[in-house]
């Protein structure tokens, strides 16, 4: 009885007090027995059901949580930095055109 394992001594105790309650007269306990089978299958069931939507619930509201909480913007803009990665180049265009203007008065004079 692997099955009977899952379902717990409540929905056991539950289900056979719901099929004994509605038992006919000319019923045997085996019949009753299967009834309360049945009963038990349908609350393993709903119970199955209702930690689904649980969890769909719960989903959904981590899911507009996330959604509502301020996203932090890992990317900043770039405004000072883009000045600053062509510095060096203007630099070296500046540090050559002073080379070559040394150069051209020191071999004037």
């Known amino acids: 009885m692997v099955a009977d ?11 056979l007090k719901i099929a004994r309650s509605i038992q006919r007269p000319e019923q045997t306990k085996a019949q009753t027995r299967l009834v309360a089978q049945g009963i038990e ?9 209702q930690k689904a939507l649980a ?8 899911k ?6 301020p996203e932090v913007d ?13 510095l060096p180049w203007v630099l070296l265009v500046i540090s050559c055109a ?3 203007v040394a150069l051209k008065l020191f071999r004037a004079t």
């Open 5 to 15: 394992d899952k379902i717990s001594k409540e929905s056991q105790i539950e289900a």
């Open 74 to 86: 890992i990317k900043q803009t770039p405004t000072t930095a883009t000045w600053l990665i062509g």
């Open 98 to 100: 002073y080379i070559v």
């Open 55 to 62: 969890r769909e619930r719960d989903k959904a509201r981590k």
């Open 64 to 69: 507009t949580a996330k959604a509502q909480a």
């Open 41 to 49: 299958k349908g609350i393993s069931e709903y119970k199955k059901q």
